[in-house]
Each structure stands twice: as structure tokens, then as C-alpha cells.
């Protein structure tokens, strides 16, 4: 089965940026959309953007003109730059991938921004 790992989360000061980047244990083709969600204690997992094997891009109004979601190449396919982090944006932040129509789940990685 395909495995994801994640990296770039940790501890930030409000204003401050992170880079999100998702690793797959192999190379990655044929993927119909990528995504991240998070999850804040208390709160559902919710959708914070995506973008499908063509390029377009969505995000969630929270984040949007913040962050921004990049495709990457076969071993790492998906990034999330998130500029000007809120306190409120502290999270639980998980990668998806979906291949083959089959959905692919980072671990999560913890985002705590301070004020």
C-alpha cells in the first residue's frame, strides 16, 4: 500500500509561514486529486484545499489568499505553503491523495501557531 509522510509542521508565531510537503513510500502516478484537511481539537476534519491532476485549485475561504497548494513530483506529489498562520489555524493537518480512485491518508502533522 502506498504510504504518506508528512513534514513542515511544528511551532510558528502568528504572521509567521510554513511548507507543508507529503512524501510517498513510491513514486506516485495516475492521481486524480490531492488534498489537505485539518482537524482542531473539537471540530470535524474539514477541507482546507485541493487540486486535481489538471491544476485547478480550491480552498477554503478561512485560508484563501494564505495558502496555497502546489503539485510536486512522483515522490513527493503535494505541497501546502501557508503564509500569515492565525492562531486560528492551529490543527491537526493531513494529506489525501487519491489514486486509482482510492484515497490515501497522511498520519497528520501537528500546526500550533502562537500569538
Known amino acids: 500500500q502506498v504510504q504518506l509522510v508528512e513534514s513542515g509542521g511544528g511551532l510558528v508565531q502568528a504572521g509567521g509561514s510554513l511548507r507543508r510537503s507529503c512524501a510517498a513510500s513510491e513514486s506516485i502516478f495516475n492521481i486524480n486529486f490531492m488534498g489537505w484537511y485539518r482537524q482542531a481539537p473539537g471540530n470535524e476534519r474539514e477541507l482546507v484545499a485541493i487540486?486535481?491532476?489538471?491544476?485547478?485549485?480550491n480552498y477554503a475561504d478561512s485560508v484563501k489568499g494564505r495558502f496555497t497548494i502546489s503539485r510536486g513530483h512522483a515522490k513527493n506529489p503535494v505541497y501546502l505553503q501557508m503564509n500569515s498562520l492565525k492562531p486560528e489555524d492551529t490543527a491537526v493537518y493531513y494529506c489525501?491523495?487519491?489514486?486509482?480512485?482510492?484515497?490515501?491518508w497522511g498520519q497528520g502533522t501537528q500546526v500550533t501557531v502562537s500569538s
Open positions: 489525501k491523495i487519491n489514486i486509482y480512485f482510492r484515497d490515501y
Open positions: 487540486i486535481t491532476s489538471g491544476g485547478t485549485t
